[in-house]
């Protein structure tokens, strides 16, 4: 018997990928028909799908309208003080708990995603899995779920960090940092890579955005 929920499941994650994906941008509109037209859906896992996402705060009203909704300089700021702390603690876990296996993926990882140095968009889909990667080699599952409530906060930021010039090679290189104290099982030395790689990240958003207020100003 097919599981009555699934085309609601389905309708969610398609929504998602394509917010995440930045196909849905910050502000914009989702409107119910265009969406079951484009993702081959009914309107009513749709619809169950947008309430879902509405209950998330990853959309927000305007009037009747649901938008893609944004993050403003706070929530922005409290969003990087909880994803360090939680990403910090993923990497002491995985310094404990990764299989040899898993250490191997991390490294074969920032070695893959050198190539993809001048491409913002590529680096950014293979830094969510990098980080990804670290959540699941935690081995905490309640852990692994608060990370992608985050995660998926993130994709409401407009752009990405990693499309300042310079910050593709820098943040593999911290990458390579989080990999190495992990392998050598320095739960210290992971949970402060970790910490200095998003602090970085964060720095660098902040004058991406300090930038875009001065050519727009």
């Given at each position: 018997m097919q599981d009555a929920r699934s085309p609601q499941k389905d309708a969610y994650a398609l929504i998602l990928e394509a917010i995440d994906s930045h196909i849905y941008k910050p502000g914009d509109r989702?409107?119910?028909?265009?969406?079951?037209?484009?993702?081959?859906?009914?309107?009513?896992?749709i619809r169950e799908a947008l309430q879902?996402?509405?209950?998330?705060?990853?959309?927000?009203?305007?009037?009747?309208?649901?938008?893609?909704a944004s993050l403003d300089h706070t929530q922005m700021a409290e969003l990087y003080v909880v994803r360090g702390e939680l990403e910090g603690l993923a990497a002491r876990l995985a310094s404990r708990h990764a299989t040899p296996e898993e250490i191997r993926v991390l490294r074969d990882m920032v070695e893959a995603?050198?190539?993809?140095?001048?491409?913002?968009?590529?680096?950014?889909?293979?830094?969510?899995?990098?980080h990804k990667q670290i959540h699941l080699a935690s081995h905490n599952r309640f852990l692994v779920q608060q990370l992608?409530?985050?995660?998926?906060?993130?994709?409401?930021?407009?752009?990405?960090?990693?499309?300042?010039?310079?910050?593709?090679a820098g943040a593999l290189d911290e990458h390579q940092a989080i990999v190495t104290a992990i392998e050598a099982g320095d739960g210290d030395g992971a949970d402060k890579a970790v910490r200095e790689h998003i602090s970085k990240a964060f720095m660098t958003r902040l004058k991406l955005d300090?930038?875009?207020?001065?050519?727009?100003?």
């Open positions: 989702l409107v119910e028909s265009e969406l079951a037209e484009r993702f081959g859906v009914s309107r009513t896992p879902r996402l509405e209950t998330q705060s990853l959309l927000t009203r305007d009037g009747r309208s649901l938008i893609v995603d050198r190539k993809l140095i001048g491409n913002p968009d590529a680096l950014s889909r293979a830094n969510r899995r990098f992608d409530l985050v995660h998926r906060s993130m994709a409401l930021l407009a752009t990405t960090s990693l499309a300042a010039e310079g910050r593709g300090a930038a875009s207020v001065e050519r727009n100003g």
